[in-house]
Every structure is written in structure tokens, then in C-alpha cells.
């Protein structure tokens, strides 16, 4: 079965610090894909990255950085120098490669809610 | 036009009512998604329509009637809802490449 588990309920960082959030799956399938979302107060989710499994290069997008560990079953996302708009909830996602589906079964996380405070 | 457009943005009913919540992609997906988020829960899959055949429907009460007339276009019909049926609701779209989903801005639902 896939899972994925989001330890970190809610986050509370002062401006500018750095701030990682955790992100560990569970699947059977050697072909898969990870999504980060992000979604603000205003309620629409937003996509910010998708990986797939043989891709381990960490990513760099700005202020964001992106960590897959397969070893440890882990896709962590860091802010850097965080800024009072990243406030939002974030989650982390998976979906299979090998669609036993006819559409794409995405399996999201519970959350992240991070408070950036100014 | 952006990729998901839901409307009404806000709605606020009485357990009497029937109402629809609207959604509609301009994406070329094949598949449409509702989901519910209730505060402090995780996302709710309640229905998936692929190709405009419905798929998937997870244990939804039947108080909640979804409708897909093209693939352009996902309705949820609401009626003689419940308070904890308060939520904001979602529609996503998606095309059949693991590229994710594109989501729409939600409705929030208040049910009086």
C-alpha cells in the first residue's frame, strides 16, 4: 500500500530562518512520482514540484531546495531565508508510474501548516 | 482563462437547500477529481470521473450527487446537508502522464 506520512503537524519560524519540512513514502512500486503542493489561506493548492523516482538529484528553485533520499524513503523540502508569504500548509504527495488506474491515483500527505512570523 | 475555475468561491446554506458547486478545466485532462477538507483533516478523496465515466466514490452519502457532462465540467449537487458537512471542497483535473494535479481554488461550504 502507499503512504505518505508528514511528521510535523505545525512549524513556527521567525523570518529568515531556514525551515525543512519532512516528507516519508511508502511503496511497493520501483517507478513512482513525489509532488510538493503548497496552499495558502486563500485555499487553492498549488503545485511546486513533481520528481520521479530515478531522478535523485536534489533541486534548487529559488529559496526552495528539494532533498530525495530513496535510501531512506524521504522527499524533505527546505526554505531558506523564509519570508511571512511561505506561510501556508504544505504537502507532500506520491502517485504510482505503473497506473493500475485509469487516471492518476495521487496519494497526499495529512500536512504541514508553517507559520512564518514576522 | 486559468487552469481550474470553481464556482461559487463562498457559500453558505441551510440543510434545507440544494445547491451545486461548479468546476470546470480548460486543460484538455481527462480526469476530474472533488475532494473535501475539513479543518484540521487531511484532503478527502470523495470522487474521480476519468473520461467522463465516474471511477471512483468513496463511501460519499448519497447527499452529495456528482455530475460530469463533458470533460470540461464536474458538478457537485448538494442537498439537505448536514453542519459537519462544512468544508472547502476542491475540484482537480489531471491528464493520464504522472504529472500531478491542477487544482482549482476550492469552495467553502457553510451549511446553517
Known amino acids: 500500500a502507499q503512504k505518505v506520512t508528514q511528521a510535523q503537524t505545525e512549524i513556527s519560524v521567525v523570518e529568515k530562518e531556514d525551515v525543512t519540512l519532512d516528507c516519508v513514502y511508502e511503496?511497493?512500486?520501483?517507478?513512482?512520482?513525489l509532488f510538493w503542493y503548497k496552499q495558502p489561506p486563500s485555499g487553492e493548492l498549488v503545485f511546486l514540484i513533481r520528481r520521479n523516482s530515478f531522478d535523485e538529484q536534489n533541486e534548487i528553485s529559488g529559496r526552495y531546495s528539494w532533498n530525495f533520499q530513496k535510501s531512506t524513503s524521504s522527499f524533505n523540502f527546505t526554505i531558506t531565508a523564509s519570508q511571512v508569504v511561505d506561510s501556508a500548509v504544505y504537502f507532500c504527495?506520491?502517485?504510482?508510474?505503473?497506473?493500475?488506474?485509469?487516471?492518476?491515483?495521487?496519494?497526499f500527505g495529512p500536512g504541514t501548516s508553517l507559520s512564518v512570523i514576522p | 482563462e486559468t487552469g481550474v475555475t470553481q464556482t461559487p468561491r463562498h457559500l453558505v446554506m441551510g440543510m434545507t437547500n440544494k445547491k451545486s458547486l461548479k468546476c470546470e478545466q480548460h486543460l484538455g485532462h481527462n480526469a476530474m477529481y472533488w475532494y473535501k477538507q475539513s479543518a484540521k483533516k487531511p484532503l478527502e478523496l470523495m470522487f474521480v470521473?476519468?473520461?467522463?465515466?465516474?471511477?471512483e466514490n468513496n463511501s460519499v452519502p448519497s447527499r452529495f450527487s456528482p455530475e460530469c457532462p463533458n470533460s470540461s465540467h464536474l458538478f457537485l449537487h448538494l442537498h439537505t446537508l448536514q453542519p459537519e458537512d462544512s468544508a472547502l471542497y476542491l475540484c482537480?483535473?489531471?491528464?493520464?502522464?504522472?504529472?500531478?494535479?491542477?487544482f482549482g481554488s476550492g469552495t467553502r461550504l457553510t451549511v446553517v
Open positions: 470521473y476519468s473520461l467522463e465515466e465516474r471511477v
Open positions: 504527495a506520491l502517485s504510482e508510474g505503473r497506473r493500475k488506474t485509469s487516471y492518476d491515483k495521487v496519494i
Open positions: 482537480a483535473s489531471s491528464q493520464d502522464s504522472n504529472y500531478g494535479y491542477t
Open positions: 511503496t511497493r512500486d520501483t517507478t513512482y512520482y
